[in-house]
């Protein structure tokens, strides 16, 4: 039987192996959906604790208990992806938008930087929704370190953020002429990865990554959407 694993941002163990949490979206999800009753087991984690297995001891509408039962993960050895991906994601459409927060959770991303660019034609981001889909992501993907959803940026500004931050920039790009081939080999490597809005970036935006010589990488020989790439750039560089 499958055992079910839930986030809970705050955790503390008490002396004698209790747990209590107020988390009232976890205490519906428990109690409602998945209609768990004291005595059951489930995991819980965080990037603090690691991933427990517990038992549930009372599911009240205000506050939850739990008694540990063992470590299933430390937090020091928490599974992950073995270089640091960060995604400068140009906004699109809410749908879409949402689809690559899912999978950059699912595939390790530690970051997602929302941009707007010359193309961009929403500019307004639910972060409490964005939230919970990622939540949701670490739950289903066994990962224990969260990713994080960072404040809006234009362009140019998230490009001097990715230069103080990272080791290696990339944009996706469809010039054949001036294209990397990832090098899989820069494991250590903190890597950020531009991926463009609806109609990609303008000549200008192209010619403003290469004045700041950030590194075009080609993601394959098709027109792929905006929300297609940035998965595929994703599964490339983490995985």
């Known amino acids: 039987m499958k055992i079910h694993r839930f986030y809970i941002p705050h955790i503390e163990i008490s002396a004698q192996n209790i747990i209590v949490s107020h988390e009232t979206n976890l205490i519906h999800q428990l109690k409602n959906v998945f209609r768990y009753k ?29 008694r540990l039962n063992k470590h299933t993960e430390q937090a020091q050895n928490c599974k992950g992806q073995y ?76 490009i001097e953020l990715a230069q103080n931050d990272s ?13 990397d081939k990832f090098n899989k080999d820069n494991s250590n490597k903190k890597i950020s990865i531009f991926i463009g809005p609806e109609g990609g970036y303008s000549n200008e935006e192209i010619a403003l990554f290469r ?16 929300e297609t790439a940035a998965i595929v750039a994703c599964g490339l560089l983490s995985l």
């Open 38 to 66: 004291p005595g059951q087991i489930v995991h819980i984690f965080n990037q603090t604790v690691g991933e427990i297995e517990v038992e549930i001891i009372t599911l009240n509408k205000k506050d939850m208990s739990f």
């Open 83 to 158: 270089r640091e991906v960060v995604l400068y994601m140009s906004i699109i459409k809410n749908s879409n938008f949402d689809l690559v927060i899912e999978k950059a959770a699912e595939l390790g991303v530690s970051k997602i930087v929302p941009v707007i660019s010359g193309r961009t034609i929403k500019n307004k981001l639910n972060y409490d929704r964005l939230n919970k889909i990622i939540i949701e992501a670490i739950e289903q993907s066994g990962r224990i370190k969260l990713m994080r959803l960072e404040d809006t940026y234009d362009l140019k500004s998230a």
């Open 167 to 179: 080791d290696t920039i990339y944009f996706g790009s469809l010039d054949e002429d001036n294209n």
């Open 211 to 226: 004045e700041k010589k950030t590194t075009p990488l080609r993601l394959g020989d098709y027109v792929l959407r905006a």
